[in-house]
């Protein structure tokens, strides 16, 4: 019996490839640029972030199902997948805490402008209180969580613990929890202390925070983007940032790796991270975990759990 044959593209934990049984299948460290590799007979892709040819897709001619190792999939053509017939599937339940976490240090780390107060440390400049910037507590503030899946869900859950006061948007839910709910971005922004996007990304959503949705935001609002880079209209963020101080806190950017004149970048009061929400070796290792449950639900239950998009 031939094994089937799994292709890596991703920070997969090698060390959990054991949970499969070796006699079954065979996991193989792929170098795209390799031209020696034989990707007609890789049947399984475990894939990350990075997108994919339609010429380097083509080579993988034998392909069954794609394990990305996350949730996002806008680095796939569906389309495509659906016309080849691939399945695909996702770690949806390993990242949900990680993502929320990283979004509500974003959050504590902005209300009390810790990137400014270390900033002031840094130049020995603990005496000039004239330049202290605002203190402010979390309890109470008004929160628009934007895309109510289940990071989003539990984000919510612990800003409540704060007594934050949640509002969703998310055309596919319709209520939940009795949060208040918008139907639309326009002058209803304007009450927002904090803006938490948390959806994927897809036509409905690019650039959903755009020239028209800021221009209603308050002064000092916080905007946390744990998501996707291409939701926030980054040029029209810089020029509003101009006008007003709107908070930034990002781990994901239009353009990954950043430029190196990112204009956003010089303001104090935003925070970045460069898209390691979920890259702590205990996420790494339930994420591993999950795609193991994947490959084994698909090739040897023959069947599809929640984490099947196709």
């Known amino acids: 019996m031939k094994k089937i044959k799994i292709g890596l593209l991703s920070p997969f934990n090698k060390k959990k490839f054991h949970l499969l049984n ?39 001619s034998n392909l069954k199902l794609i394990c990305r190792f ?19 599937c996702i770690t949806k339940k390993s990242i949900v805490t990680p993502v929320a976490e990283h979004a509500l240090s974003f959050i504590i780390s902005s209300i ?29 503030k008004e929160v628009l969580i934007i895309g109510l899946g289940n990071i989003g869900k539990r984000l919510a859950k612990i800003l409540k613990v704060f007594d934050c ?7 596919r839910v319709p209520k939940y929890n009795n949060y208040n709910k918008l139907t639309i971005l326009n002058t ?21 925070i755009n020239h028209s949705t800021l221009r209603f935001f308050k002064k000092e609002v916080i905007i946390v983007n744990t998501s996707r880079g291409g939701i926030v209209d980054e040029k029209s963020l810089i020029k509003f940032s101009k006008k007003k101080k709107i908070i930034y806190c990002s781990d994901v950017f239009e353009q990954e790796p950043l430029a190196k004149n990112f204009k956003l970048s010089n303001y ?9 929400s979920t890259s702590s070796p205990e996420t790494r290792l339930s994420m591993s975990e999950e795609v193991i449950e994947n490959i084994k639900y698909y090739f040897i239950t023959k069947k599809k759990n929640q984490n099947f998009l196709t």
């Open 112 to 140: 009390k402008s810790l990137n400014e107060f270390n900033s002031i440390i840094k130049k020995n400049e603990y005496e000039k209180v004239s330049n202290y910037p605002v203190v402010k507590d979390l309890k109470n």
């Open 188 to 208: 209803n922004l304007k009450k927002f202390d904090i803006i938490s996007i948390n959806c994927s990304l897809n036509k409905s959503t690019k650039k959903i």
């Open 22 to 60: 070796n006699k079954l299948f065979e996991l193989i460290n792929l170098g795209i640029k390799n031209k020696k590799k034989n990707f007609k007979n890789i049947s399984c892709l475990i894939l990350d972030t990075r997108t994919l040819s339609f010429s380097i897709l083509e080579k993988f």
């Open 268 to 276: 104090t009061y935003n925070t970045f991270t460069p898209h390691i």
């Open 70 to 88: 996350g949730v996002g999939v806008d680095n796939l053509d569906l389309s495509y997948l659906k016309k080849r017939k691939i399945d695909l």
């Open 165 to 171: 006061k949640i509002t969703f948007y998310d055309p």
